[in-house]
């Protein structure tokens, strides 16, 4: 079965960076891409970026542009979400989703970033 | 950036029929928006219930049904249980890979 199993909680201070993983089982990791989802305390769900695991190209909203990374390793298949010079407003749970239909989710990692 | 837009919050009575809408700042939604329902409960991940503007996965509710309405993309549902409380997202997908998320709508069964 399809299985989305993200690393667990973090704490940071402001201004450090953060790496999230997300390893993908059950399915052939490099057919599909993954989407990358965060929802800060009683917000939305605000859309990352994607990343294709077949070739590592990205494509990231413009939000985050400049911040945020998205790499994979086949040989592992996990994909990671990195997220720099972080501030409160980074305080989140942050998702990988399977692409395309968005039908499978990692458990969410809870990022807070507090001094 | 495109802007998403959703009613923040409905109400319907258990048993009744009740549509949520998803708009886009930049016009008509189309199919070729690919939009995307999302249901989530607290504490709980999302759960995909449409995609591709009317497409089902094998655990969408038969009561929940997806379309195009009026320029925008629609999200009815045809006999509320108090299960389908929840907070319900879109999501459309925009040129150059881009996607965003429409601001959710609290949905009360009531």
């Known amino acids: 079965q399809v299985q989305l199993v993200q690393s667990g909680a973090e704490v940071k201070k402001p201004g450090a960076s953060v790496k999230v993983s997300c390893k993908a089982s059950?399915?052939?990791?490099?057919?599909?891409?993954m989407h990358w989802v965060r929802q800060a305390p009683g917000q939305g769900l605000e859309w990352m970026g994607i990343?294709?695991?077949?070739?590592?190209?990205?494509s990231y909203a413009q939000k985050f542009q400049g911040r945020v990374t998205m790499t994979r390793d086949t040989s592992t298949s996990t994909v990671y979400m990195e997220l720099s010079s972080l501030r409160s407003e980074d305080t989140a749970v942050y998702y990988c989703?399977?692409?395309?239909?968005?039908?499978?989710w990692g458990q969410g990692t809870l990022v807070t970033v507090s001094s | 950036q495109a802007v998403v837009t959703q009613e923040p919050s409905l109400t319907v009575s258990p048993g009744g029929t009740v549509t949520l809408t998803c708009g886009s700042s930049?016009?008509?939604?189309?199919?070729?928006?690919?939009p995307y329902w999302f249901q989530q409960k607290p504490g709980q991940a999302p759960r995909t219930l449409i995609y591709?503007?009317?497409n089902k996965h094998s655990w969408t509710p038969a009561r929940f049904s997806g379309s195009l309405l009026g320029g925008k993309a629609a999200l009815t549902l045809s006999g509320a249980q108090p299960e389908d409380e929840a907070e319900y997202y879109c999501?459309?997908?925009?040129?150059?890979?881009?996607?965003?998320f429409g601001g959710g709508t609290k949905l009360t069964v009531l």
């Open positions: 990343i294709n695991p077949s070739g590592g190209s990205t």
């Open positions: 999501l459309l997908s925009y040129s150059g890979a881009r996607v965003v």
């Open positions: 989703a399977r692409a395309p239909e968005l039908d499978y």
């Open positions: 591709d503007t009317s």
């Open positions: 059950g399915y052939t990791f490099t057919s599909y891409y």
């Open positions: 930049t016009g008509a939604v189309t199919s070729g928006h690919y």
